[in-house]
C-alpha cells in the first residue's frame, strides 16, 4: 500500500499482492482480486479499468512517494539522493521481486521516469539549478541506471545495505567521472 489512493484502491492494490504470493498474475481474475480485496468487481471496475491497472496505479504512487519525500528534504546532497532512493526501495523488494517473477516490473520503468521528469524540475534542489543544462537528460541517465541497479540488486545474497550500495556506486560514479574528463 502506497497511501495515494482511496481505501478502495488501497485494498485492492494489498489483495493482488497478496495474491501474487501463491498464484500467478496471469491466473488471477478481477474477481478473485476483489473478493480478496473485500469489495465488488463492480466497485474494481470503478477505480482500475483492468489488473494491469492496478500495478500501474501501484507504481505511480511508489513513485510518487518517493519525490514527496525527496521533496521534503530540498536540500540534501546528490550523494544523500541517490543513498534515500536506495533506502526507500529497500522496504518495496518483495513486492518488486513478486512484479518481476510475474513479468511485471518493466512497467515500472517508464512510470518512473515520467513521475521524476514532471516532478523533479519543481524540487528546490543543489542538482536541478538550470544554469546546469538539459536536466531531463540528465535525469533519465540517473534515474535509468539507479533502476538497473536497485533492480540488479534484488536478489543479492546476502542483501546488499542500501547505504552500502550508495556509497559504492557513488564512488564508481566519481572515478569514471574523472577518467572521461
Not at 495474491?19 to 474494481?44: D, H
Not at 546546469?132 to 534515474?143: I, P, Q
Amino acid at each position: 500500500m502506497t497511501g495515494n489512493g482511496t481505501g478502495a484502491e488501497d485494498r485492492v492494490i494489498d489483495a493482488l499482492f497478496a495474491k501474487l504470493e501463491t498464484n500467478t498474475f496471469a491466473s488471477l481474475t478481477v474477481s478473485e482480486i476483489a473478493a480478496a480485496a473485500g469489495i465488488s468487481r463492480k466497485t474494481f471496475y470503478r477505480h482500475f479499468s483492468d489488473k494491469t491497472n492496478v500495478v500501474r496505479r501501484y507504481l505511480e504512487g511508489l513513485m510518487s512517494e518517493l519525490v514527496d519525500e525527496d521533496e521534503q528534504m530540498d536540500d540534501m546532497s546528490f550523494a544523500q539522493g541517490i543513498r534515500h532512493y536506495f533506502m526507500y526501495f529497500q522496504d518495496q523488494a518483495p513486492r518488486l521481486r513478486l512484479l518481476r517473477n510475474n513479468g511485471l516490473l518493466d512497467l515500472a520503468l517508464p512510470i518512473q521516469n515520467e513521475v521524476f521528469a514532471r516532478r523533479f524540475p519543481q524540487l528546490n534542489l543543489p542538482w536541478h539549478e538550470p544554469e546546469l543544462g538539459e536536466e531531463r537528460l540528465a535525469d533519465l541517465f540517473v534515474v535509468g541506471g539507479l533502476w538497473n541497479v536497485l533492480t540488479d540488486s534484488l536478489d543479492a545474497n546476502p542483501p546488499i545495505a542500501p547505504t552500502h550500495l550508495a556509497a559504492t556506486l557513488m564512488s564508481q560514479v566519481s572515478k569514471r567521472a574523472a577518467k572521461l574528463s
